[in-house]
């Protein structure tokens, strides 16, 4: 019995053209599980020529099959731009922007200052997440594989952890500066919850993402609770310190908690068997990749239906609706994306044939 290798996969060397008239016959290096050259026979056993493979790695699972697995050499600038996850900021961003333009809308103020303070504060906020996730996630194994994770990138846990919580102390500084100067405690109270959201997200002993629950959090803590706060503080002047809780106010939280969960739900996709590995039972997990693509279709059209209910009803102002409309060719993307690539995995294959 011999192994016969598909070469579809292999960007080096001679491909053959009928792959039922050539034998591979695969030389092992001392380690016995990575191969550095592939030697391509006849149906006479008469050698051909050799070929030169990047590291593939084989895992056996006995006589029946195999699988091989083909190790990218990833540049480590593009680990670092992975690891930053600078389009995670947009979430920083964007409740940010919906709640000093509702504030605009209803005072016409804009405070440029207060403003970049926030923004500042918020990316903080922002950072500390990701560092203390990626600080917990490889506590618990499921970043064992990830390298871009942090901890793993620079090889200190302790210092990737120093590193999240000084951006939590200067971020949480700079939000309560801001509270206080514009003597709003609704506003306070409200970024305390968001921010205990994202603790009780990741942080032990809680940890509620690995029971499913880290959409409902953070459609809380970017939605409801984060717009509406940064509307209270950007609208608050020596004039006006409590603005009304309107419904355009109220329904632009919703729309931004709702595009945020599905943002971090589709971030999910590509960690599946990860997450699963080590107990993580995010709602993608549960629902499987198929059944996740199908939610995440029908929730952006959900998404644009009630923008368009809100629009027409003049929940929300018209120039608003029609510019949130812009975006729905960007919609259409990520849902057909996730539709065709949801199955997608980078696996070299290795097919057992009788000679």
């Known amino acids: 019995m011999t192994n016969l290798v598909s070469l579809c996969n292999i960007t080096y060397g001679f491909v053959p053209k009928n792959s039922t008239d050539l ?14 050259r592939l030697s391509v026979f006849d149906s006479n056993a008469k ?29 480590k600038a593009k680990l670092i731009w992975r690891a930053i996850k600078l389009p995670i900021y947009s979430v920083a961003l964007v409740p940010l922007t919906v709640g000093a333009s509702a504030a605009y809308l209803e005072t016409g103020l804009f405070l440029a200052r207060r403003y970049a303070i926030l923004m500042l ?14 600080v917990y996630d490889f506590d618990t194994g499921a970043d064992k594989n990830k390298k871009e994770s942090v901890v793993n990138m620079v090889g200190s846990r302790a210092g990737t952890l120093a590193a999240a919580v ?3 102390v200067l971020g949480v500084a700079g939000l309560v500066w801001t509270s206080v100067n514009a003597s709003n405690i609704r506003a306070i109270l409200l970024l305390a919850s968001a921010i205990l959201c994202g603790y009780v997200y990741q942080c032990p002993p809680f940890r509620l993402s690995y029971q499913g629950l880290g959409e409902p959090l953070c459609f809380a803590a970017f939605g409801p609770f984060a717009t509406t706060a940064f509307y209270l503080l950007l609208g ?25 969960s ?3 739900f589709c971030s999910h996709f590509h960690q599946v068997d990860g997450d699963l590995a080590v107990g993580k039972y995010s709602p993608l997990v549960r629902l499987g990749t198929e059944k996740g693509s199908f939610v995440v279709r029908w929730a952006i059209r959900l998404l644009y239906s009630m923008l368009l209910a809100l629009g027409l009803t003049r929940v929300l102002p018209l120039p608003c609706t029609l510019m949130c409309f812009l975006t729905l060719p960007v919609g ?4 057909s994306y996730v539709e065709k690539h949801h199955k997608v995995k980078k696996i070299f294959r290795i097919e057992n044939c009788n000679t």
């Open 47 to 75: 050698r051909i020529r050799n070929l030169r493979v990047g590291p593939i790695f084989c895992k056996s699972y006995g006589d029946a099959a195999a699988k091989m697995y083909q190790e990218d050499e990833i540049p």
């Open 166 to 168: 000084t951006s939590l």
């Open 236 to 260: 608050s002047s020596s004039e006006m310190r409590q603005l009304p809780l309107s419904g355009m106010v109220l329904s632009s939280s919703l729309l931004v908690g709702f595009t945020t």
């Open 262 to 264: 599905l943002i971090l």
């Open 121 to 134: 504060s918020s990316i903080l906020i922002i950072t500390w997440l990701n560092l203390s996730n990626d």
């Open 23 to 36: 034998f591979v016959k695969p030389r092992f290096t001392s380690r016995g599980d990575g191969i550095t």
């Open 332 to 335: 259409n993307l990520v849902s």
